[in-house]
């Protein structure tokens, strides 16, 4: 069974924010929690099973970058436990920004068991590891510390945000407490802008000059 990728919301100081219906509920279940923040890498959402794979919006529309992926899912999809899934970040295609050096094309950031339960980062990471693809960048990890994580930097020509998340397990229906995000300002996340134009392949950080 298909499980779309639920919506993250926005921190209360993400410039991306224009509806509050869209901003974080409350910090209350942040407070006192480890968290860690990776980098919002400019993609497309991506969930990969056993023998299936989608796009968070279920969209099928053929693409090259869905090829890609697909593939990608091909050398290692028998070892997805039945009814688990693995989330991650398309990038082999430009969309609003153009990466010159990825460490790979999918970025694994979120792993699903078959009870719908978002496993504990530091599975996501033994996962990463043994399936050989990168997770997004750390730019913070500890206890959640609201002032520390206004305080990061980051370049919005290069960036297009980043995603707090706590580093334990996360049920499907307390996702949207647990996890919020901060975008730049007018980032542009409209699906038909990449998906219509001619395929633009980010650089790899290996790959020769």
Known sequence: ??????STPHLPWSPGLQNDDRRI?????????????????????????????????????PHPSRTWVKAERGRFGHEIPP?????????????????????????LFSVWDDR???????????WAARLDVPTPRELYRGVWDEAALRALTVDTARM???????????????????????????????????????????GLRDEPA
């Open 83 to 107: 009814g688990w899934r693995l989330c991650g970040e398309n990038v082999f295609a430009v969309h609003s920004l153009r990466y010159e050096a990825l460490a790979g094309y999918f970025y």
């Open 160 to 202: 297009e945000g980043y995603v707090v998340r706590v580093t334990g397990e996360i049920p499907y229906a307390q996702f949207g407490r647990r996890v919020a995000k901060w975008v730049r300002a007018g980032h542009v996340q409209t699906d038909e802008h990449w998906l219509s134009r001619p395929v633009e392949r980010n």
């Open 25 to 61: 509920p409350s910090l209350r279940d942040l407070e006192g929690q480890e968290v860690v923040v990776t980098e919002k890498l400019d993609g497309e959402n991506t969930s990969l099973y056993r023998a299936d794979l989608h796009a968070r919006s279920l969209d099928t529309r």
């Open 116 to 126: 719908n339960v978002s496993r504990p980062w530091a599975e996501v990471r033994d």
């Open 1 to 6: 069974m298909r499980v779309k990728y639920p």
